[in-house]
């Protein structure tokens, strides 16, 4: 089945980088984009970005732009996000999600990962 | 950039159906999609395109969209079916595209 599965928990300081890594399986890595999805406590959805894993274009959301990178390893079908100078309204859970494009523009996220929890704190 | 707005919370008695809304101009150009998130749980596609229902969601959930307003219907609610719901769409406005998510609507089954 198709199945995306993440890296453990970070706590990081203030300033720090973390980067997350998604491991995909059961089809086409290739095939697909994989976007970032976070997660503030209690809070909703928010788009960090997406990476195309066919040829490694890549659109990040204008707010985190400079301060994320995200990067495949097809050898591997593996998805990485890293996220710098962090702060903390960074702490969330990070989730990648496989991204899928219709013809006619509207996309779609599925399956999810399962999240990783980022805990910024000094 | 564009946003997507959607009721903070709806409640809905079991076994009736329900209409959760989710309005912004992206949707004049995008259909949406609707994602199911329980507690502690990563979100679930549930509804795709212009109405579209990944393997394993029961027929009970349906899509449909109308001007700058998507609706997620969930018809003959279940207890399980308690959980928080979100929109997204593509978003084209302005000279940064990428993708949106609405607020979330908290769905109680009385």
């Known amino acids: 089945q198709v199945q995306l599965v993440q890296s453990g928990a970070e706590v990081k300081k203030p300033g720090a980088s973390v980067k997350v890594s998604c491991k995909a399986s059961?089809?086409?890595?290739?095939?697909?984009?994989i976007s970032w999805v976070r997660q503030a406590p209690g809070q909703g959805l928010e788009w960090m970005g997406w990476?195309?894993?066919?040829?490694?274009?890549?659109n990040y959301a204008q707010k985190l732009q400079g301060r994320v990178t995200m990067t495949t390893d097809t050898s591997t079908s593996t998805a990485y996000m890293e996220l710098r100078s962090l702060r903390s309204d960074d702490t969330a859970v990070y989730y990648c999600?496989?991204?899928?494009?219709?013809?006619?523009?509207?996309?779609?996220?599925?399956?999810w990962g399962q999240g990783t929890l980022v805990t910024v704190s000094s | 950039s564009s946003e997507l707005t959607q009721d903070p919370a709806v409640s809905v008695a079991l076994g009736q159906t329900v209409r959760i809304t989710c309005q912004g101009d992206?949707?004049?150009?995008?259909?949406a999609s609707w994602y199911q998130q329980k507690p502690g749980q990563a979100p679930v596609l549930v509804i795709y395109?212009?109405?579209n229902r990944p393997s394993g969601i029961p027929d009970r959930f349906s899509g449909s969209s109308s001007g700058n307003t998507a609706s997620l219907t969930i018809t003959g609610a279940q207890a399980e079916d308690e959980a928080d719901y979100y929109c997204?769409?593509?978003?084209?406005?302005?000279?940064?595209?990428?993708?949106?998510f609405g607020g979330g609507t908290k769905l109680t089954v009385l």
């Open positions: 990476i195309s894993a066919y040829n490694g274009n890549t």
């Open positions: 997204n769409s593509r978003d084209s406005s302005g000279n940064h595209p990428g993708v949106v």
């Open positions: 999600a496989r991204a899928a494009i219709a013809a006619a523009g509207e996309n779609w996220f599925d399956p």
């Open positions: 395109g212009k109405n």
């Open positions: 992206s949707l004049r150009s995008y259909y």
């Open positions: 059961g089809y086409t890595f290739t095939s697909y984009g």
